[in-house]
């Protein structure tokens, strides 16, 4: 079992950062592929990026090259780290572990609220 508890979302203008944390409880978390998804109102969820164990990355073509994820696996914790933040951006973000950055995710986190003013 892998239990994951986000943190770090919140209001901010447009143009601003935030790093959301995912922290991890059990003993697996640095076998386990890991991912951010989001889901907007109204709209279906869609993948933001993810990490390998070996910490190869992956990127939605929206979030490329201003968003970051990271992972240190002696805190059991994956980041991710937002710049150059737009409204689009807001969305209820969660975080994932699978077996592959390919899935299937089968762990999910409660997710924050990530809000991005005009």
């Known amino acids: 079992q892998v239990q994951l508890v986000e943190s770090g979302g919140g209001l901010v203008q447009a143009g601003g950062s935030l790093r959301l944390s995912c922290a991890a409880s059990g003993r697996t978390f640095s076998n386990r592929a890991m991912a951010w998804f989001r889901q907007a109102p109204g709209k279906e969820r869609e993948f933001v990026a993810a990490?390998?164990?070996?910490?190869?990355?992956q990127y939605a073509d929206s979030v490329k090259g201003r968003f970051t994820i990271s992972r240190d696996n002696a805190k059991n914790t994956v980041y991710l780290q937002m710049n150059s933040l737009k409204p689009e951006d807001t969305a209820v973000y969660s975080c994932t572990a699978g077996r592959t950055v390919a899935g299937p995710y089968d762990y999910w986190g409660q997710g924050t609220q990530v809000t991005v003013s005009s």
């Open positions: 990490i390998s164990r070996g910490g190869t990355t």
